[in-house]
Nanobody, 123 residues
């Protein structure tokens, strides 16, 4: 069993930055990929970014490419999402997720989920 806890959400102005963190605990292992999803009011949960255990493989949604960056500690149990040039459209609850194997974009393929952290970008 893996537990995930997100932190770092908050309220920022358009153009500002935030860094989200996701800490994994419990029975983690080296093949565990981690990712970020978000869900805005009235919309489906959407993929944001994902990273492999070693950090050598990353994936980004087109909507955040060039603005967001994902990174992982060498030990692999903490993942970060650096969000720059934030827009009101980025406002959502952001969820950390983990799965066994390679990074993936489909939410259904992830095995573990955090409780989410709110990100609000004011106009």
């Amino acid at each position: 069993q893996v537990q995930l806890v997100e932190s770092g959400g908050g309220l920022v102005q358009t153009g500002g930055s935030l860094r989200l963190s996701c800490a994994a605990s419990g029975r983690t292992f080296n093949s565990l990929a981690m990712g970020w999803f978000r869900q805005a009011p009235g919309k489906e949960r959407e993929f944001v970014s994902a990273i492999s255990w070693g950090g050598g493989s990353t994936v980004f949604a087109d909507s955040v490419k060039g603005r967001f960056a994902i990174s992982r500690e060498n030990a692999g149990d903490t993942v970060y999402l650096q969000m720059n040039s934030l827009k009101p459209e980025d406002t959502a609850v952001y969820y950390c997720a983990a799965r066994v194997g390679q990074p993936a974009t489909g939410a259904a393929s992830y095995d573990y989920w955090g409780q989410g952290t709110q990100v609000t970008v004011s106009s």
